[in-house]
């Protein structure tokens, strides 16, 4: 160990450790040139593991298989932890086929699947709102005896049941979450708040609140947006507000999308001076995101208001953390509209200048989904019907969310 090069070489798990942390803060082409110039004998499954996952969590479906291909080829996928990656990145494109292919090569290899495996399987069949193919793929897990489905399978399975419109098997999965909790696990109690939530049983949510509250001294922000989220669905905006000050007594640390929660509900019915209200204390208790001011711009937009709206829109740029903040394209379509109505040509063209200025404008996915909210906009106001579920891709990223945090 004289050499001092042969003491601080890196291990290959050091090397992928890097290559993860380059990826999240330089980018993936600054992670894609470290990879491309480290020697082949550094380049070991692991390292491999690291650069799919970063394609992965940018979603890069062409790169991503592109190195499934090469990994294959190594003989690096000859264990599960590759296919859960690829079944992520698969499922947050809506490409459920494509999940059942990587099962079907796993089975054809004899690499069998973990729980990780199993569990994303399951979301993909109920995504196809097939309860039947869930089902059967329970049964198989049932019958595997290295797996025992964690509460993860079954909260998984909530979610799919309540999608499916089956709640009375949505329900019985949630007690049997409740029964696999174990040591000093808190995330299982933030979904079994927010699923029963959404099977609209508040009676449930303040039980699991509270046995939350009784095992853990201290709920972290997580926790309270969990139960704050659920109550305002419920329409129980007392105990939300109520549970909001608990929270502000004990918080770690200010959390403004707790408080959107909040302000968005006085917005969405339309008590406006009680957002502007809330919104004053916002800024004397924390400091509001530009979430928040989208959320302020949507009431403006409502009562016609549109240099307010503006205003709030270009706050919501200069924003603490707004880095990867975009205005929701429903929100562009309604302003531009009303832009348009007023004959206010000149917010509009400000408007268009910030869209530019966050890279918008350019991006044609964007765009389509603005004119499409427009379209949609239209054809509700001639017949009051919508073509699309707006709840969908909510639902998918919460989903995806929980499973790329299993993995």
Request: one cysteine or more; aromatic letters at 10%; glycine letters at 6%.
């Amino acid at each position: 160990m004289n050499n001092r090069e042969e003491r601080f070489r890196l291990s290959t798990s050091d090397i992928a450790i890097q290559i993860d942390l380059i990826a999240k803060v330089r980018g993936i082409s600054t992670a894609e040139d470290y990879f491309s110039g480290l020697p082949n004998t550094s380049k070991d499954k692991r390292v491999y593991g690291a650069v799919l996952n970063a394609y992965v969590r940018a979603r890069l479906r062409g790169k991503a298989e592109s190195l499934m291909d090469d990994m294959r080829h190594k003989g690096y996928v000859q264990h599960p932890l590759p296919f859960n990656v690829m079944m992520t990145l698969y499922m947050s494109l809506k490409k459920y086929d494509k999940v059942d292919s990587m099962v079907s090569e796993m089975t054809e290899k004899s690499i069998p699947l973990d729980i990780y495996s199993y569990n994303i399987w399951l979301s993909s069949c109920g995504s196809q709102k097939s309860a039947e193919k869930m089902e059967q793929v329970f049964e198989r897990m049932k019958t595997d005896i290295n797996i025992n489905p964690n509460w993860t399978t079954f909260s998984t399975m909530a979610t799919m049941y309540i999608k499916l419109g089956l709640f009375e098997k949505a329900e019985d999965c949630l007690k049997k979450v409740e029964g696999r909790i174990i040591g000093r696990d808190r995330i299982p109690y933030h979904y079994l708040i927010s699923l029963y939530g959404n099977l609209g049983k508040k009676e449930d949510v303040y039980r699991i609140w509270n046995t939350y509250k009784s095992n853990f001294p201290k709920i972290p922000n997580l926790g309270f947006h969990a139960v704050i989220s659920s109550l305002v669905r419920l329409g129980d905006i007392k105990g939300a507000e109520r549970i909001y000050e608990e929270w502000l007594s004990v918080k770690f640390a200010y959390d403004p999308r707790i408080a959107n929660l909040l302000i968005g509900y006085y917005v969405k019915e339309g008590f406006l001076d009680k957002a502007d209200e809330f919104f004053q204390r916002m800024i004397v208790e924390g400091k509001p995101n530009s979430s928040t001011w989208e959320i302020l711009a949507e009431g403006y937009i409502g009562e016609k208001r549109i240099s307010d709206a503006l205003a709030c829109f270009n706050e919501a740029v200069m924003a603490e953390g707004s880095k990867h903040w975009r205005p929701k394209p429903v929100n562009v379509s309604a302003l531009l509209g009303l832009c348009e109505e007023e004959g206010d040509f000149k917010s509009k063209e400000a408007l268009v200048g910030l869209l530019r200025e966050k890279g918008c404008a350019e991006d044609e996915a964007y765009m389509y989904s603005v004119r499409r909210c427009n379209e949609n906009h239209k054809r509700v106001m001639e017949n009051g019907t919508l073509d699309y579920d707006q709840n969908d891709h909510e639902d998918n990223e919460v989903l995806f969310d929980q499973l790329q945090g299993s993995l």
